[in-house]
């Protein structure tokens, strides 16, 4: 059973840099058959897709958020990570990752997603 | 950004009621169409990928359907663990993948 963990700080001051990491279990990243993604969701919001990363390293993100935003693998440790800089109040939301079956041939959907982790932007 | 409407945006349905929800790309987007399941405080759950295929583990009580610009969402007797907002999701267009706002199933 494919599972995904969240983790990082639930607080961010503004204009620092927010960090969260997922940790997956029950399949490789290495294994090279999916993207791995992040998500977020506003309070009482919709979803709004973030990025995803290949395990080769490849990744693709959201042009509204791509001047700030990186996303990395780590294949030693089965996990990828997300850093979101100059953060202010609007990026406050629930984080999630998800695995994503868009590898190779397209049509990108999200299962399973991990928990989800709430990061609030305020001093 | 390809846009994605949801209708209606809420409805009220009794336990056993046929529920139709519907989602309107604002371009085609061929099959290229999912479907999620979110309760309170939890994650998004996949039910449908590629417009009408059903996601292994959920009931056969979901179905979807559509091609190019509409898609529909139909649940054929609600049962009460279905109460939850559904979300539709494009992936045609990979320079960004966009949700739908989201249709809220309430009990009548």
């Known amino acids: 059973q494919v599972q995904l963990q969240e983790s990082g700080p639930g607080l961010v001051k503004p204009s620092q840099t927010l960090s969260l990491t997922c940790t997956v279990s029950?399949?490789?990243?290495?294994?090279?058959?999916?993207?791995w993604s992040w998500l977020r969701q506003h309070p009482e919001k919709g979803l709004e897709w973030i990025g995803y990363i290949h395990h080769t390293g490849s990744t693709h993100n959201n042009p509204s958020l791509k001047s700030r935003m990186t996303i990395s693998v780590d294949r030693s440790k089965n996990q990828f990570s997300l850093e979101l800089k100059s953060v202010t109040a609007a990026d406050t939301a629930v984080y999630y990752c998800?695995?994503?079956?868009?590898?190779?041939?397209?049509?990108?959907?999200?299962?399973?997603w991990g928990q989800g982790t709430l990061v609030t932007v305020s001093s | 950004d390809i846009q994605m409407t949801q209708s209606p945006s809420s409805l009220s349905a009794s336990v056993g009621d046929r529920v139709t929800i519907t989602c309107r790309a604002s371009q085609s987007i061929s099959n290229y169409l999912n479907w999620y399941q979110q309760k309170p405080g939890k994650a998004p759950k996949l039910l449908i990928y590629?417009?009408?295929s059903l996601q292994s583990g959920v009931p056969s009580r979901f179905s979807g359907s559509g091609s190019g610009t509409d898609f529909t969402l139909t649940i054929s007797s609600l049962q009460p663990e279905d109460f939850a907002t559904y979300y539709c999701q494009q992936s045609y267009s990979t320079s960004s993948l966009t949700f739908g706002g989201g249709t809220k199933v309430e009990i009548k």
């Open positions: 029950g399949d490789s990243i290495s294994s090279g058959s999916y993207y």
């Open positions: 998800a695995r994503d079956g868009g590898y190779p041939y397209g049509n990108n959907w999200f299962d399973p």
């Open positions: 590629a417009a009408s």
